[in-house]
């Protein structure tokens, strides 16, 4: 068994850990400007000019279960959907606003239908809420607000009551946990701090301004095992750094235990759909990517921003085919999988990246630079059963402790092991040696 044990969280994060890959989905009235999910914040927009996005929406070919066959190919097990994002604008239908997609030209619940397709293929439902709201009457002017430069921000400030925003934000995270079955995850987004420069009055906001225990037992009075994240500035099951990939496990400041987390990413520069963001990853790091991620004990949460028509863009499904034909063939590496024993961690050659099952019998090496003919295991000899390419399921050949070769005669070292590789790279992105360990 893993030797890693990590902290303890009121949730249950058992399937969580297990299930390694996610799809984020950004989705809202952002979608239609098409130039980031914080536009109306980025440039300030009226609230009559936003309105028209409001006006105007109308995903007309928005199919989720389009996205869930893509997500389920890609092998992701779980979901995280906005259901409300920072401009405050609802995709389901909730008795509290009227902001909400309902009264919009598409006229339904979109989270509805979220739920239901991706419930259909078996992928877990999370839930993305917002703690910040743009539109909201109540919720303060601060340094992040849209009108913060409105010459009559102040005036505009005078009675906003954070109280009942929060109360409202209760009353809609009840709708959230209680009309739509089982969810699985809850994304709170987020908490900062005051800006320098900015008045006392555009303060920033954290727990005590979302109420976020009263917010918090709610959500686990509904559904106890719910996973949560540490955005509302509460402890809770998950850490989420995001655009960040980690170079080591996470650990809890004070008792320095290891933390259960989640990295999120996108596949171009912007959650929302951005149409001429054009600094797409390519598709071997994407998949670095998620090898990085669970080599280190961790969760990726990959985003996707539907257009404002509900459909994903050409670039994005080109994204999801490439973890689709990696995972197709190599999750094996992944689902169960964690960071190495600290034994083997410490003989991970250049190049490569170890993961490993958690029940400590398969080790996992991916070969981000895939080596010249041999692949040198040193401290290896003696503890390798067998091995083959994980893709192909064929045998990989090894000798121990000497390896002859013609450049200089014999290789000698007690506890090498060398693994012998074609010369030519399989047609694997990221190939993967699995090796049965003794
Ligand atoms: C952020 C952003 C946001 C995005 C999110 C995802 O902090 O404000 O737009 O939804 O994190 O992690």
């Given at each position: 068994?893993?030797?890693?044990?990590?902290?303890?969280?009121?949730?249950?994060?058992?399937?969580?850990?297990?299930?390694?890959?996610?799809?984020?989905?950004?989705?809202?009235?952002?979608?239609?400007?098409?130039?980031h999910?914080?536009?109306?914040?980025?440039?300030?927009?009226?609230?009559?000019?936003?309105?028209l996005?409001?006006?105007?929406?109308d995903?007309?070919?928005?199919?989720?279960?389009?996205?869930?066959?893509q997500?389920?190919?890609?092998?992701?097990?779980?979901?995280?959907?906005?259901?409300?994002?920072?401009?405050?604008?609802?995709?389901?239908?909730?008795?509290?606003?009227?902001?909400?997609?309902?009264?919009?030209?598409?006229?339904?619940?979109?989270?509805?239908?979220?739920?239901?397709?991706?419930?259909a293929?078996?992928?877990?439902?999370?839930?993305?809420?917002?703690?910040?709201?743009?539109?909201?009457?109540?919720?303060?002017?601060?340094?992040?607000?849209?009108?913060?430069?409105?010459?009559?921000?102040?005036?505009?400030?005078?009675?906003?009551?954070?109280h009942?925003?929060?109360?409202?934000?209760?009353?809609?995270?009840?709708?959230?946990?209680?009309?739509?079955?089982?969810?699985?995850?809850?994304?709170?987004?987020y908490?900062?701090?005051?800006?320098?420069?900015?008045?006392e009055?555009?303060?920033?906001?954290?727990?005590?301004?979302?109420?976020?225990?009263?917010?918090?037992?709610?959500?686990?009075?509904?559904?106890?095992?719910?996973?949560?994240?540490?955005?509302?500035?509460?402890?809770?099951?998950?850490?989420?750094?995001?655009?960040?990939q980690?170079?080591n496990?996470?650990?809890?400041?004070?008792?320095?235990?290891l933390?259960?987390?989640?990295?999120c990413?996108?596949?171009?520069?912007?959650?929302?759909?951005?149409?001429?963001?054009?600094?797409?990853?390519?598709?071997?790091?994407?998949?670095?990517?998620?090898?990085?991620?669970?080599?280190?004990?961790?969760?990726?949460?990959?985003?996707?921003?539907?257009?404002?028509?509900?459909?994903?863009?050409?670039?994005?499904?080109?994204?999801?085919?490439?973890?689709?034909?990696?995972?197709?063939?190599?999750?094996?590496?992944?689902?169960?999988?964690?960071?190495?024993?600290?034994?083997?961690?410490?003989?991970?050659?250049?190049?490569?990246?170890?993961?490993?099952?958690?029940?400590?019998?398969?080790?996992?090496?991916?070969?981000?630079?895939?080596?010249?003919?041999?692949?040198?295991?040193?401290?290896?000899?003696?503890?390798?059963?067998?091995?083959?390419?994980?893709?192909d399921?064929?045998?990989?050949?090894?000798?121990?402790?000497?390896?002859?070769?013609f450049?200089?005669?014999?290789?000698?070292?007690?506890?090498?092991?060398?693994?012998?590789?074609?010369?030519?790279?399989?047609?694997?992105?990221?190939?993967?040696?699995?090796?049965?360990?003794?």
């Open positions: 068994m893993s030797s890693y044990v990590t902290r303890k969280t009121p949730g249950d994060t058992t399937w969580f850990r297990h299930d390694r890959f996610g799809m984020f989905i950004h989705f809202g009235l952002y979608s239609m400007p098409a130039r999910e914080w536009i109306k914040s980025f440039e300030e927009i009226p609230e009559e000019k936003y309105d996005y409001f006006r105007h929406f995903p007309d070919l928005y199919d989720p279960r389009e996205w869930a066959r997500a389920k190919a890609a092998g992701m097990k779980y979901a995280v959907m906005t259901t409300k994002h920072h401009e405050g604008f609802c995709l389901f239908d909730s008795q509290y606003t009227d902001y909400k997609s309902t009264n919009t030209p598409a006229g339904r619940d979109l989270i509805r239908e979220y739920v239901d397709a991706f419930r293929e078996g992928i877990r439902i999370g839930f993305y809420y917002s703690l910040i709201d743009w539109h909201h009457p109540d919720f303060p002017i601060d340094h992040l607000h849209p009108r913060r430069s409105d010459p009559d921000a102040f005036e505009q400030s005078k009675g906003r009551d954070m009942r925003y929060a109360e409202y934000m209760r009353n809609q995270v009840r709708e959230l946990l209680t009309n739509y079955g089982k969810i699985d995850v809850l994304w709170f987004d908490s900062y701090d005051a800006q320098p420069g900015f008045p009055w555009m303060r920033g906001k954290g727990k005590d301004d979302w109420e976020a225990d009263k917010l918090i037992a709610l959500a686990r009075s509904l559904q106890p095992g719910i996973v949560i994240d540490n955005r509302t500035q509460i402890e809770q099951d998950v850490w989420t750094p995001e655009q960040y980690m170079q496990w996470p650990r809890h400041k004070e008792t320095d235990e933390v259960t987390w989640e990295a990413q996108t596949f171009s520069g912007s959650w929302g759909y951005y149409r001429d963001e054009m600094t797409w990853k390519s598709p071997k790091m994407l998949v670095q990517m998620l090898v990085n991620t669970v080599s280190l004990g961790g969760n990726l949460l990959m985003n996707v921003g539907p257009t404002s028509r509900g459909c994903l863009d050409r670039r994005a499904e080109a994204a999801l085919q490439a973890y689709a034909d990696w995972m197709k063939y190599n999750s094996r590496s992944i689902y169960g999988c964690t960071m190495a024993e600290p034994e083997l961690l410490a003989l991970c050659p250049n190049g490569c990246k170890f993961t490993q099952s958690e029940d400590g019998k398969r080790l996992y090496i991916h070969l981000f630079e895939y080596p010249f003919q041999f692949l040198e295991l040193n401290g290896f000899a003696g503890k390798v059963e067998y091995m083959q390419f994980l893709h399921g064929s045998e990989l050949l090894f000798e121990e402790k000497t390896l002859s070769h450049s200089e005669g014999r290789t000698q070292r007690d506890d090498l092991l060398a693994v012998k590789l074609p010369v030519v790279q399989p047609d694997v992105l990221v190939p993967v040696i699995e090796v049965f360990l003794k």
